[in-house]
């Protein structure tokens, strides 16, 4: 099972809208609601912001939201703010033989 | 509030085995609603699932690692290992544990541990 595609690197400045896209190949991202997000900071582990395609876990913050269509999920981070550069995964149950696969991860700078 | 702590040593030789163990608190690992288990992320790049295990010892691997991983749980300590066999250079890595829970999706994660493998 292939790792999700996403861009190497996205940039915005304070305030505006960034969407960072998560492409899938294998029939299960069609089929299933089961990606999620994580932001990581420098020298952190990651941390979940979104699982299930759409949903916040508690304390995260509404400036994140997701979405799917088709082969593609989408992270869109609203009111850029500073402490918002990290790097950002996506990532997806399958049924095949990998039960689980990250993206190859998209580095977020804040103008 | 849950925590993971991951322990073990920072520096394996080559053809060694690397093993690592994920301490639980403030939850049980023989809950059901939840997989426990291990992701790596070579420094500087991305992050890949090693395999998860059920307090009953029901196993998932990646393929790509299957032949030379085992991952176990001992819930009378609230414990669960990682053991990577025949390692190299490219096994170098920073480690976590995670609490898997819908669709194994990673919500809790340890600090992580970087394991070098050097002679």
């Known amino acids: 099972q292939s790792a999700l595609a996403q861009p190497a690197s996205v940039s915005g400045s304070p305030g505006q809208s960034i969407t960072i896209s998560c492409t899938g190949t294998?029939?299960?991202?069609?089929?299933?609601?089961?990606v999620s997000w994580y932001q990581q900071h420098p020298g952190k582990a990651p941390k979940l912001l979104i699982f299930?395609?759409?949903n916040r876990p508690s304390g995260v913050s509404n400036r994140f939201s997701g979405s799917k269509s088709g082969d593609t999920a989408s992270l869109t981070i609203s009111g850029l703010q500073a402490e918002d550069e990290a790097d950002y995964y996506c990532?997806?149950?399958?049924?095949?033989?990998?039960?689980?696969?990250f993206g190859t991860g998209t580095k977020v700078t804040v103008l | 509030q849950l925590q993971l702590q991951e322990s073990g040593p920072g520096l394996v030789k080559p053809s060694e085995t690397l093993s690592l163990t994920c301490t639980v608190s403030?939850?049980?690992?023989?809950?059901?609603?939840?997989?426990w288990g291990w992701i790596r992320q070579p420094p500087g790049k991305g992050l890949q699932w090693i395999g998860s295990?059920?307090?009953?010892?029901?196993?998932y691997y990646t393929p790509s690692l299957e032949s030379r991983v085992t991952i176990s749980v001992d819930t009378s300590k609230n414990q669960f290992s990682l053991q990577l066999r025949s390692v190299t250079a490219a096994d170098t890595s920073i480690y976590y544990c995670?609490?898997?829970?819908?669709?194994?999706?990673?919500?809790?994660w340890g600090q992580g541990t970087l394991v070098t493998v050097s002679s």
């Open positions: 294998s029939s299960d991202f069609y089929t299933y609601n089961y």
């Open positions: 990532s997806s149950y399958t049924s095949g033989i990998t039960l689980y696969v």
């Open positions: 295990i059920f307090y009953s010892g029901t196993t």
């Open positions: 995670a609490r898997q829970g819908i669709r194994y999706t990673p919500d809790y």
């Open positions: 403030g939850g049980s690992v023989r809950s059901s609603s939840y997989y």
């Open positions: 299930e395609v759409t």
